[in-house]
């Protein structure tokens, strides 16, 4: 596909976000290391510790691509080691009422430069290209998507810049 026709593409599929299937079941834990692991093309991926091992809800496919956005956008703008760590986390804040409000965090952390702090609040907004995005390949929807994705999945997402930038990714425990 020509990249006029990919383009036309995906704001085609994203017109039409809700018709995008994202159907969570329960999963053993264990996978989302497993896709860590399978991520060869990124740079050195460092996981620090293992993921607990429990049923949480995810739609395989999505959460691939949640993690595939997240790294290969550390790798894209950071090009560092990046570090993987799992932790068990109960009562998170934020959360709906409904929610167990049981989760596994994974944090994904690189050494970049971080982003901009007027670029912070507005790179889970669709299309959002930050200021140090001109010289590098997108369409701003990484993101937005990984977002999208995280909340169909009863989870969630945060980022912060803390020495590099930081994604936060909530798995809601079975």
Request: with cysteine; proline share 2%.
């Amino acid at each position: 596909m020509t990249t006029v026709a990919t383009s036309f593409y995906l704001i085609s599929i994203l017109d039409d976000l809700d018709e995008i299937k994202v159907t969570p079941s329960e999963e053993v834990s264990t996978f989302v290391e497993e896709t860590f692991l399978k991520l060869k093309d990124y740079g050195n991926i460092i996981l620090t510790n293992h993921i607990p091992e429990c049923l949480v809800y995810i739609d395989k496919l999505r959460m691939e691509q949640v993690i595939d956005n997240v790294i290969s956008n550390s790798y894209k703008y950071a090009g560092t080691d990046i570090y993987v760590t799992f932790e068990n986390v109960d009562n998170a804040e934020n959360r709906e009422k409904d929610s167990n409000n049981r989760f596994i965090k994974i944090i994904i952390r690189d050494s970049g430069p971080g982003v901009s702090k007027e670029d912070l609040p507005l790179i889970t907004n669709k299309y959002y290209r930050g200021k140090g995005s001109k010289d590098k390949q997108g369409y701003g929807l990484g993101m937005y998507l990984a977002k999208w994705y995280m909340e169909k999945q009863y989870g969630g997402i945060d980022y912060y810049n803390d020495n590099g930038f930081v994604v936060e990714l909530l798995l809601a425990k079975v």
